[in-house]
């Protein structure tokens, strides 16, 4: 299950200060910075199997490594998304021709073959960006704190990314939601209420992923 705050940086200025904001650097967890360059391409049958019932499947590369996402369910409050996920590293011959067999043996699984079956996946979409994060303890949860500037790139059109999400990893969830508010006042941040991928299908001429 993946619990995490999403907001949009507009300008750069606010994106410099973010990651160096006095009350993160004080409960940083040292040794957690990093900068993780990301490439990832979307995969779908060619009617939309999934995303038709609300799942999206990705290969990403993280600084070169192929892993492969399975995202579905959950729900949007503004800007805090709860869904499911599935992560399971992969290695470069997969990456190139990527099926849903991956996820064998998982509870999703059965759901997951009735839709895809043996149709062929074609990529849909590209959302490439470089992210900036670390972790934060305050004392009641913690969080990654992360920093997302890119693209999101379809046949139909393309669409920036300047995001800010801040992903519970442990602990209260209303401690971490009292975090994002601090930043989102301080930094100017509008809440994010679409995931990267829900952007990418509305360009592609889709209203929400359930109606794709």
């Known amino acids: 299950m993946e619990i995490e705050l ?6 750069p200025l606010e994106r410099d200060k973010i990651l160096k904001d006095k009350h ?4 940083k967890e040292e040794g957690t910075e990093e900068e993780i360059e990301m490439k990832a391409v979307y995969f779908d049958t060619g009617n939309l199997c999934m995303c038709r019932k609300g799942f999206a499947f990705r290969i990403r590369y ?7 996402t399975l995202k579905w369910g959950g ?14 590293p992969v290695d470069v011959q997969y990456a190139e021709n990527p099926s849903t067999d991956i996820f ?14 043996d149709k062929k996946l074609v990529p849909i979409m590209e959302v490439n960006c470089v992210r900036q994060q670390y972790m934060v ?11 997302d500037v890119g693209e999101i790139i379809t046949q ?8 800010v999400e801040i992903e519970l990893y442990s602990g209260d969830c209303e401690d971490m939601k009292a975090l994002g508010k601090e930043l989102a006042a301080k930094y ?6 679409k995931s990267k991928f829900q952007v990418g299908l509305e360009i592609l001429g889709y209203d929400t992923v359930d109606k794709c």
Do not use: C, F, Q
């Open 75 to 88: 729900k949007v409050e503004g800007g805090l998304h709860t869904r499911g996920e599935l992560n399971v």
């Open 62 to 68: 993280e600084n070169g490594i192929p892993i492969a």
């Open 6 to 11: 999403k907001y949009l940086a507009d300008g």
């Open 24 to 27: 993160l650097e004080s409960i």
């Open 188 to 193: 100017n941040l509008r809440e994010g209420v």
């Open 104 to 117: 064998k043996g998982s509870d999703i699984w059965e759901e997951i073959n009735m839709l895809v079956g």
């Open 137 to 147: 303890d305050t004392g009641r949860s913690i969080d990654v704190v992360s920093l």
């Open 156 to 163: 139909k059109g393309s669409a920036p990314i300047s995001e």
